[in-house]
């Protein structure tokens, strides 16, 4: 069982800057890569970013240029640094750890930007 806990979530005016923070522990090694999804309110949850274990990484295109994903392996902690931040990126963000079966998810932490 791995367990995943987000933190860094909070409140910010548009074209500010969070970081976001996911710290795993359990069975760790089972997991293939890891990946921050968002939900915002009457939306379907949808990827923002993923990282491999190798370092590879995969932006969707409404985060390109303004987010970055990265791994710390020693703290086994995956974060989400987010510039340039909009009001539509307002949402609950989760972290995601991706293994051969049902992925593990963490419970969420919110980001809202004001206009």
């Known amino acids: 069982q791995v367990q995943l806990v987000e933190s860094g979530g909070g409140l910010v005016q548009a074209g500010g800057s969070l970081r976001l923070s996911c710290a795993a522990s359990g069975s760790i090694f089972s997991i293939n890569y890891m990946g921050w999804y968002r939900q915002a309110p009457g939306k379907q949850r949808e990827l923002v970013a993923h990282i491999s274990n190798g370092g590879n990484t995969y932006y969707a295109e409404f985060v390109k240029g303004r987010f970055t994903i990265s791994r710390d392996n020693a703290k086994n902690t995956v974060y989400l640094q987010m510039n340039s931040l909009k009001p539509e990126d307002t949402a609950v963000y989760y972290c995601?750890?991706?293994?051969?079966?049902?992925?593990?998810w963490g419970q969420g932490t919110q980001v809202t930007v004001s206009a």
């Open positions: 995601a750890g991706f293994r051969p079966g049902p992925p593990y």
